[in-house]
């Protein structure tokens, strides 16, 4: 299985995943500047996978610095932290998981700069680690939902490439396969910048899983014939009611899926939750470059002066949602009810 993000020496390694699935690169990144370039760029990119990358970031572009008065590191990690939060603004994960090597700093204040840093080198490490045994848990929940020689729909990528471990979306499909039960996907290509069809389908491949691409605007005839027995999407956050931001095209697919009386699921880990916000209208939605839109692969494909629209995700109502698989279960209707519990769950196991 590939990793997509791994601490490598002094530095953080993820594959760029900019040149796929033309070209398979791994590069290293070690400043500030190359670490928010790769996370808004989408070298690195997955809610997860954003996280982990933020976190191990943060550790490296402060190694350079460790020499220096423990205030003005101290000050330095702050305005790092806040550089890195800011490069991907919907994705929950990014700043959960900078939080979390944040309170490990703030808690513990040495005379040198040396403790605390290796402090956080450790708690940005146990972020990957535990992310790798979230999604083997998602995986296992996830499993009951997939009939042998079922038909899969996936939006996006949100396999091993988004994660730390197998994925989210794709954990069960990894898990089915490894059971040796036949599973057919079909991968949406995920305009605009086609991460469907550059990185699901790359990925599946390799793994040597059945995989079929179609456009965008062939799901709806798609579903009725091939025979569609589950949509499965990740999730970059959820709210407290259950409503799900994900990569744009996922509402269009919740509506297409609900039509045609096929399940429509969503898998995420307990980190993508935001329990602090309750109406989807409150997540905050990306918005991308036109060029995106224009010439995302260097063609034009609209004219220059035409104004373009380009968010990055949306957000589909908790209603439209089948069952949201966690590593903690599958939680079902109604929503208010099953993720108070998961919440306090996740109180609990922070206490």
């Known amino acids: 299985m590939i990793s997509a993000v791994r601490w490598h020496g002094d530095a953080v390694r993820i594959i760029d995943q900019t040149l796929l699935p033309a070209e398979y690169r791994e590069i290293d990144l070690r400043t500030l500047d190359e670490v928010a370039e790769a996370i808004r760029s989408l070298r690195v990119r997955g809610a997860p996978a954003i996280g982990i990358a933020a976190a191990l970031g943060l550790v490296a572009s402060l190694r ?5 008065e423990p205030a003005a590191f101290r000050a330095r990690l702050e305005r790092h932290a806040a550089t890195l939060r800011t490069t991907r603004p919907t ?25 605390p840093w290796e402090r956080m080198r450790a708690e940005a490490t146990a972020i990957l680690e535990e992310d790798q045994e979230l999604c083997r848990r998602i995986g296992e929940a996830g499993l009951e939902l997939i009939p042998d020689r079922g038909v899969v729909m996936t939006h996006c990528n949100a396999g091993a490439l988004a994660t730390g471990g197998i994925g989210t ?3 069960p499909i990894y898990l089915a396969a490894e059971r040796r039960r036949v599973v ?19 990925e599946l491949q390799r793994a040597g899983i059945d995989v079929t691409v179609i456009s965008d605007n062939a799901a709806a005839s798609t579903m009725p014939r091939l025979g569609v027995d589950l949509v499965l ?19 269009g697919l919740a509506v297409l899926a609900r039509h045609h009386g096929v399940p429509f ?10 329990f602090s916000i309750e109406s989807g209208d409150r997540i905050p939605i990306e918005e ?18 035409v104004p373009v629209f380009s968010p990055a995700f949306d957000v589909t109502p908790a209603e ?15 929503y208010t009810e099953s993720l108070r519990v998961l919440a306090a769950g996740r109180a609990a196991s922070r206490g």
Not at 64 to 68: A, G, M, Q, S, V
Not at 233 to 251: F, L, P, S
Not at 288 to 300: D, H, K, N, P
């Open 64 to 68: 350079p610095f460790l020499d220096e």
């Open 91 to 115: 994705a929950v994960n990014l700043a959960w998981a900078l939080e979390r090597v944040l309170r490990v700093a703030r808690d513990h204040r040495d005379t040198s700069n040396r403790g």
């Open 169 to 171: 979306a794709l954990a």
């Open 184 to 202: 057919r996907v079909v991968v949406t290509e995920t305009r605009p910048l086609l991460q469907g069809s550059r990185l699901t389908a790359w």
């Open 233 to 251: 999407v990740g999730a970059d956050r959820i709210t407290a009611r259950g409503d799900v931001a994900n990569k744009i095209g996922t509402y």
């Open 265 to 274: 699921y969503v898998a995420a880990p307990y980190s993508t939750f935001d």
């Open 288 to 305: 991308r470059s036109a060029e995106e839109i224009r010439r995302g692969f260097g063609t034009l494909t609209a004219p220059e002066a």
């Open 320 to 334: 439209l949602v089948s069952a949201i698989v966690t590593d903690r279960g599958v939680l079902r209707p109604p």
